[in-house]
């Protein structure tokens, strides 16, 4: 199970990844293809060609982590956008994972405090 706390960016790459990268490989993606920092706490999102394989790569206190997923049957759906990269919510990336159309999803507006 993936936990997130404190509420990260997520950035997921449009560009398809080879899965045979580990923690420096996907460092580099995500400096050269999403263009942040890997370091900076956020998370970052990788899908095969086949669109049937996620890691996501993040920083946690003492190092890199990697959470991975493979499906059996089926993909994982993206976003729709013109670009290399997009940033998606924490919701719409559990959405993702658990197989839901992010399509059909329609968000209600809240309320939230400004900063």
Request: one cysteine or more; charged letters at 30%.
């Amino acid at each position: 199970m993936l936990a997130i706390g404190k509420r990260p960016r997520v950035y997921l790459s449009r560009v398809p990844t080879d899965m045979r990268c580990s923690f420096e490989g996907l460092s580099v993606r995500a400096r050269s293809v999403i263009e942040q920092d890997p370091l900076s706490g956020h998370l970052f999102v990788f899908l095969n060609r086949q669109r049937d394989y996620i890691k996501v790569l993040y920083w946690d206190d003492g190092g890199y982590c990697i959470w991975s997923k493979r499906l059996e049957r089926g993909t994982f759906e993206l976003p729709v956008s013109d670009t290399t990269h997009v940033e998606i919510d924490t919701n719409r990336l559990l959405l993702m994972i658990e197989g839901i159309s992010l399509q059909s999803v329609k968000k209600k507006t809240r309320f939230m405090l400004e900063k």
